[in-house]
Each structure stands twice: as C-alpha cells, then as structure tokens.
C-alpha cells in the first residue's frame, strides 16, 4: 500500500508562483515514477508533468512546459511540482500519483496510488 498526501495548494494572482509536495508512505518510494495531474472543474483530469524514479528524466505537458518544474527527493519520500508563471487556466485540483512499471507516463490509467488532491486558484 501506498499513501500519497499533496500539500502547498493556494490562492495565488497570475504571473505568482507555488510549489505543490506530495508526501509518500512506505520504504519504496524510490523505486518507482511519479506524476502530477490537474482536474478543472467540469473537466477530465489531464497529465502535467511525471518524472523516473530517479527524476533524471523528466516530461511535462505543453500548456505547462518551461512554466512547472517537477522534480524529487527520494530521502524525503516527496515530489514537488514548481509551479511558475501561473495562468487563471492553471485553476484546478492537482493530484499526485504513483505510476505503474510500464505504459505511458501520461496516460492516468497507468498510475496506480493517488492522493487527494490539492486546489490552486489562479486569480486575473
């Protein structure tokens, strides 16, 4: 079993920064990928950005790239997700998730454990 507990969410007025962590339970944490995802509402939840175990490789959806930043400490058994330059359409609840072995890194179907979510509000 895996717990995954996001903190950091917020309001914020565009153009602010946040910095999203997502905790994990258990001892390995470091073996596996993990991702962030964003559910606006009335809207499906769609992939932000995932990263290896190690967090050597990293990969980002468009509409984030070059403005998030996700990256890990495996000592910590946390990820973080760095969130710049934010847009009132980065307004959503933002979930953590631990991937499965295999498939795609933004397919939700491929990630296992997720946590509860955090919202972010990106005020105009």
């Known amino acids: 079993q895996v717990q995954l507990v996001e903190s950091g969410g917020g309001l914020v007025q565009a153009g602010g920064s946040l910095r999203l962590a997502c905790a994990a339970s258990g001892r390995t944490f470091s073996r596996y990928a993990m991702g962030w995802f964003r559910q606006a509402p009335g809207k499906e939840r769609e992939f932000v950005a995932a990263?290896?175990?190690?967090?050597?490789?990293?990969y980002y959806a468009d509409s984030v790239k070059g403005r998030f930043t996700i990256s890990r400490d495996n000592a910590k058994n946390t990820v973080y997700l760095q969130m710049n330059s934010l847009k009132p359409e980065d307004t959503a609840a933002y979930y953590c998730a631990k991937k499965n072995l295999y498939g795609s890194y933004t397919f939700s179907s491929e990630y296992d454990y997720w946590g509860q979510g955090t919202q972010v509000t990106v005020s105009s």
């Open positions: 990263c290896s175990w190690s967090g050597e490789s990293t």
